[in-house]
């Protein structure tokens, strides 16, 4: 009888947020996640200093606005994480949100990274790029990638 391989360790889940409805979900997920396997979160925002200049007022303005948010989603995620008795790392990072994933990933030797997907067509996909398709191919391990809920019609 040939022995049984050993599973996986799951000590440490990564999660992106991006401060929408959908990184929420995958907030709660990588939460409950490492719950249930007793491991720690490390959560991400990535402020992206490209999408300052998209928004019509000074970058500087743009980029402290983005950060305030970032910081406001990661305490969501770290209350959260204290109610369910997980502990959370909180990282803001600068970049591209793609590539700053991935490498936090890596660098944080994460055992699972939990990502939110907005469900952008194949063009919207195209044209911008779709971050949870990234983590996908490039993560240096496994991707749990969470959809919006589907909406039902009456």
Known sequence: MATSPS??????????????????????????????????????????????????????????????????????????GRTLGVPVQMNLLDGDPKAALVAAAAREGADCLVVGSHGMG??????LGSVSDHCVRHAPCPVLVVRPPRRTTS
């Open 7 to 80: 599973l996986p360790q799951l000590a440490r889940v990564l999660v992106g947020s991006d401060g929408s409805d959908t990184a929420w979900l995958a907030a709660q997920y990588a939460l409950l996640l490492a719950q249930r396997f007793k491991a720690e979160v490390v959560a991400v925002f990535v402020v992206n200093p490209h999408d300052a200049f998209r928004t019509g007022i000074h970058a500087s303005e743009a980029i402290a606005e983005m950060r305030a948010q970032g910081r406001h989603a990661l305490e969501l995620v770290t209350e959260l």
């Open 122 to 127: 194949g063009l919207e996909r195209v044209l």
